[in-house]
């Protein structure tokens, strides 16, 4: 019995182990902000680039 005992204790190590799950958890979290980052980065360029459109507008306005 001892001898079954060791064999499943072998082959079910390695399921158990949880040493790199914080690994995981830590690339999850890193891949989630920078989803979030690149899709508000959109939105601000997009506010950025009419602001110069604006400003640019403007310019033109008094320039001419």
Known sequence: MSRL???IATVAAPLIDESGQ???EYALVVALISLAATVSMRSV???IS???TGIGTH???YTT
Do not use: E, K, P
């Open 22 to 24: 914080d690994l995981i």
């Open 59 to 61: 310019i033109g306005d």
């Open 5 to 7: 005992h060791t064999t």
């Open 50 to 52: 009419a602001a110069f």
């Open 45 to 47: 360029a997009t506010a």
